[in-house]
C-alpha cells in the first residue's frame, strides 16, 4: 500500500506537470495524447491498459521521454523495478534539462519500492547536482 501510494502521489505531479497549457490540448492519438490517456488509466489502477497506450506512444515516439515515465511509473506499481529503471534510465536520457531531476527521483524512488535505500540515493544526488550544479551541491556556509 505504500508503495501503491508514492507512486501515485509521482503519477498525480507528473500529470499536473505535463498538462498543455488550456487550449493546447494534444492532437487525438498523438504519442502525448496516448500518454495522456495512459495516465488517466494508471490512476484507476489499470496498469496492463495504460502500458499498452504507453507502448504505442513509444513505437510512434521512441525518444519521448514522458513515455519512458509513465512506462517506469507503471511497471514500479506492477512491481516490476527492473523494467521499470530501464525505463527511467531512458526518460533521463531523452528529458530536457529541466525535467531530468523529476526522472532522476522516479528512478530513486524505484529503489525504495524495491528497498534499496543505499541505491535510491545515487540518482537523488544526481538530480540536485544537475539542480544546484556540482561545485555548489554540498557546500557549507
Known amino acids: 500500500m505504500l508503495r501503491t501510494g508514492w507512486a501515485l502521489i509521482l503519477l498525480s505531479a507528473f500529470s499536473q506537470a505535463q498538462q498543455p497549457a488550456p487550449g493546447q490540448a494534444p492532437t487525438p492519438g498523438s504519442p502525448a495524447d496516448l500518454v495522456q490517456q495512459g495516465q488517466k488509466l494508471s490512476r484507476e489502477g489499470k496498469q496492463d491498459e495504460a502500458l499498452a ?9 521512441p525518444e519521448l521521454y514522458e513515455a519512458h515515465l509513465a512506462v517506469g511509473m507503471a511497471l514500479d506499481l506492477k512491481g516490476e523495478y527492473a523494467e521499470a529503471r530501464e525505463h527511467f534510465t531512458k526518460a533521463i536520457e531523452a528529458a530536457p534539462a529541466d525535467s531530468k531531476q523529476q526522472a532522476q527521483r522516479a528512478l530513486a524512488i524505484s529503489y525504495v519500492f524495491e528497498g534499496d535505500a543505499d541505491k535510491a540515493s545515487e540518482p537523488e544526488t544526481r538530480g540536485l547536482q544537475r539542480a544546484f550544479g556540482e561545485e555548489g551541491f554540498g557546500r557549507r556556509g
Do not use: N, W
Open 53 to 61: 497506450l504507453y507502448s504505442r506512444a513509444l513505437d510512434r515516439s
